[in-house]
């Protein structure tokens, strides 16, 4: 009587990984926590012009992305970063007009299609906007700058959440730097004018500061991409605003990162030219 085969064991199945109770698409975060910040420092410190004004510049920033995907790509962009945008807009121009909200925030999303070297725009959208309008409307428009308080704890709310998000992002060595830097130079500052160090490390503090180091210098399109870049890039944006301010530049911060990006970007865009030139003409060696 023959034996009966026996049939190996399957393998037990794995089981799939189970799923977070909760969890949040990437594009979301930034949007969701942004309007975080803007609700904590409206509610604790009155940071915003109006909320008309601030609408206008989001539905301005969403209705021209949206717009403009259609033309130069052929479909529906995600909003996302267009809401971020105009949310920021809203919150750091100042101004008594309806006007310069609805056209900063044109400004801000037409230069990601315009602006354009090898697919890639190479300046914040809306440091791009904002400087803009500091050149060429400072008679009516300002920014954010002194509408805060001595209150900490909602300073250290829109910390946490920016924390968040850069985290999320793998950019927190980003802001980190800029921020280490920042307060080194306040020291060097003081050191070279006589000022009280407190006066010249206060404005890191400011909301204004909360937006520029959380979303602007950490805007994955129009940052260089290797971390060594990064770093190097954001310490030279710290160096240029010192410059600046030694200068009595108001707007230091806007007008580093505006000067200082495009030309790290160009230098990267250009470097890549070179690479992709050298590895043709090895291949055809």
């Not at 308080?149 to 793998?170: D, E, F, K, Q, T």
């Amino acid at each position: 009587m023959s034996q009966p085969v026996s049939v190996p064991a399957l393998p037990p199945e794995q089981r799939a990984p189970r799923k977070p109770w909760f969890s949040l698409d990437n594009r979301y975060i930034a949007p969701a926590f942004i309007t975080c910040i803007l609700l904590v420092g409206h509610l604790s410190f009155g940071i915003l012009e109006s909320y008309p004004r601030t609408l206008l510049a989001i539905g301005t920033s969403v209705v021209i992305e949206l717009a403009l995907g259609r033309i130069f790509f052929h479909k529906w962009v995600h909003p996302a970063s267009a809401y971020i945008s105009g949310i920021s807009v809203g919150i750091l121009v100042r101004s008594p007009a309806f006007w310069p909200y609805a056209l900063c925030a044109a400004i801000s999303i037409t230069s990601k299609y315009v602006l354009r070297v090898k697919s890639r725009h190479i300046w914040n959208p809306s440091n791009f906007g904002i400087s803009i309008m500091l050149f060429l409307a400072a008679e009516t428009v300002a920014t954010l700058s002194i509408q805060w308080g001595n209150y900490l704890l909602p300073m250290l709310v829109i910390w946490a959440l920016g924390s968040v998000i850069i985290w999320r992002l793998h950019r927190f060595h980003i802001t980190g730097i800029y921020v280490t830097s920042f307060i080194a130079f306040a020291f060097l500052r003081s050191w070279m004018t006589g000022s009280p160090w407190q006066s010249e490390i206060a404005p890191i503090t400011g909301p204004m500061y909360q937006l520029f180091i959380f979303f602007m210098i950490t805007d994955p399109k129009t940052t260089v991409r290797t971390k060594r870049g990064q770093i190097l890039v954001v310490f030279l944006v710290a160096l240029l605003e010192m410059v600046l301010r030694l200068e009595q530049v108001v707007y230091a911060p806007f007008y580093a990162l505006f000067i200082v990006g495009p030309i790290a970007m160009l230098v990267e865009i250009w470097l890549d030219s070179r690479r992709t030139g050298a590895a043709k003409l090895t291949v055809a060696q």
